[in-house]
């Protein structure tokens, strides 16, 4: 990636209600870089995925702070960072194999697995009882040059 051309951080309570503030607000703030339709999807349900998981897993049953920073970068790269200061995932490997889930028969288990394959990369970094942190960028093509 190259220089930062641009970018946010908001912080907000982990309520169900927030997420789709969330992925709202990155989507609004990556149109800067005049991505598809298609791309702006990807990012809302990448987003949208990395919030619930704060949601659900992370706090549980309480209540706790999210944050998620937005850049930009001049090769028209956008980084999402998504974390909390939840409980931790005493497994990152085992956490992003598809259909593992700690949420209960409600739950997919196919967050992490989703977000990869709306991303073009996606690092997740944990330490339980202190937080999770995920980052995910993709690069988009601006309209124009397609």
């Known amino acids: ?10 912080r907000f309570p982990s309520r169900s209600a927030n997420e789709s503030f969330a992925r709202s607000a990155a989507a609004a703030f990556v149109a800067q870089l ?8 990807d990012i809302k ?7 619930t998981n704060c949601i659900v897993h992370g ?3 309480t209540l706790g ?17 998504v974390r909390d200061r939840g409980c931790g ?5 085992l956490a992003r194999e598809p259909m593992f889930t700690t949420g209960g028969a409600d739950r997919s ?15 997740v970094r944990s330490v339980a009882g202190w937080g999770t942190t995920v ?12």
């Not at 960028?137 to 601006?142: D, G, I, P, V």
């Open 1 to 10: 990636m190259k220089n930062i051309i641009n970018e946010f951080t908001v």
């Open 34 to 41: 005049d991505p598809t339709v298609e791309e702006l999807y």
């Open 45 to 51: 349900t990448a987003v949208s995925e990395a919030v």
């Open 59 to 61: 706090y549980r049953d």
């Open 65 to 81: 702070s999210i944050s998620m920073t937005v850049r930009l970068y001049e090769n028209g790269t956008a980084e999402i960072i």
């Open 89 to 93: 995932i005493d497994d990152v490997k």
């Open 109 to 123: 288990g196919m967050g992490f697995t989703i977000m990869e394959s709306f991303m073009d990369k996606l690092s």
């Open 135 to 146: 980052k995910m960028s993709k690069r988009l093509t601006r309209r124009e040059a397609k």
